[in-house]
């Protein structure tokens, strides 16, 4: 029997490569397009079987391709590959024609199970071999792959509780609530309950609730019937069906809408539902494993999480405490990440220079292990320490003047390149007063330029701590005062980190006020990234103007 065409449709090189060799291990005649110019013009000289389509191209979308190539008449299963940023893309392209679609990232079984449901009986038996193994230099972030297992690392008192408690748990079906901060590693949490539990063998399906609409996420985790609504060409099982006596983790559940919420309680305490569009019930028995970043007692109270769910699944609630909180993790981990990157961008490194690892652990991390992770993909790529060690400057949370410092380390030989002579300073200004944001338990002060030696002042939350102009628009509206100072007598420590965080206000605040509270641009000015400002916005409790005028 002739193999199965596939046409894979993406503008990045390492997806077409990697899912070319991971389709043809399984099976499948794979051919390749790099652009959806490239892709029509392939699909009008050639016969597929299906077709893999990217939503997100440059020059022409995978949503314009789908629907010139249904213009046209063809009819071969199209699946779309959607990111978190496409959610809406994949609700038109299945209104279009699509046959299917498949949120990144997402792991080699999931794909499979997609193309089976496209082809039906057509597609070929599943290998029993061992998967294939992809080189990491185009492996990409958008494909979860079995070489990419998270794996726990963690030496704090804390999450030593946390996998005691999983140990004790996980041989039962009651469901456990993950609670914590974003990336501070539920997800590894949850599969560790799935690895130590008798379902060990069967599916470990996750499903992200903030990454789809409310009418995409209920057909994705009940499934629906075919003609159930425009686009639903054929009968699809959803993510319960395909975790039946595995475990189902549903991260973000906190985002989850309220009328959904209902249904998934009746599969909690029915173990059955019915699929979109469907007439008879569904029986399942899923384990499942919840987890959220919210306060789910405060969502409750605002009306946005049913009180019944979160007591059916808060039977077991595991939290993880921030990266700040078990800093003597930071080492272990960075440890582990470079190991893990080291081997895919540099050669004969096995450590960072005790500089970095310095800065790490003064840093506070809002990001939490994955802010870590990325920090050393990004230390491994640029070979360069004072680039991240300036971001980390810039952040707030490294000295002011660092100590030398090596600009390149990673050679062939295994030695660090040469030495930047010079420390690593904010920049030079003439007519501004900089703010250096201060490390953890230092006393923040303010550096005039044109100023022989720097004054100590008051740490009040002063308007005069950066002398920007206040613009008279409708975002300049008195704010809040900062949050109280904690009762009783302060400790040094105490005076640090309050005193970082006036100042860390006052910079902040002045510049919102100066970008019209684009915060997008006023992370950009303060050399932050986005998600850092709205964290750094919430913890300073600045509000936001335009919100309160909706009021």
Known sequence: MDRIAVLVVDDEESVRTFLSELLGSAGYQVRCAASG??????????????????VVMPEMSGLEVLRRYRGTGGSAPVIVLSALAGADDAVRAMKMGASDYLPKPFGNDELQDVLARALGTRAPERQTVAPVVIPPRVASPAVETAQDARVLISTSPSMRRARALVERIADTDVPVLLLGESGTGKEVI???IHARSQRKGKPFIKINCAALPAELLESELFGHERGAFTGATAEKPGKFELADQGTIFLDEIGEMAIRLQAKLLQVLQDEEFFRVGGKKSVRVDSRVVVATNRDLEKEIALGNFREDLYYRLNVVAIRLPPLRERRE???PLTDHFLKKYGRQYITGVSELPREVLQAFADYDWPGNVRELENMVRRLCVLKDATLV??????????PASAPSLPTAYGGDDGTYGRVHDEPVRAPPSSSVQVLEMPSRGAAAQVVASAAPAPAPVMLEPANSVLPTPRYLNPFDVPQPPPPPAPAG??????IGKRAAMLAEREAILSMLQRTAWNKRRAATKLRISYKALLYKIKECGIIDPRSSAEL
């Open 489 to 494: 007598e302060p400790s040094l420590k105490d």
């Open 329 to 331: 993790d930071v080492v």
């Open 37 to 54: 110019a490239q892709a029509l013009e392939m699909l009008s000289g050639g016969s597929f079987d299906a077709v893999l389509l990217d």
């Open 389 to 398: 060690l300036d971001e980390l400057n810039a952040g707030g949370r490294t």
């Open 190 to 192: 949850a599969r560790e």
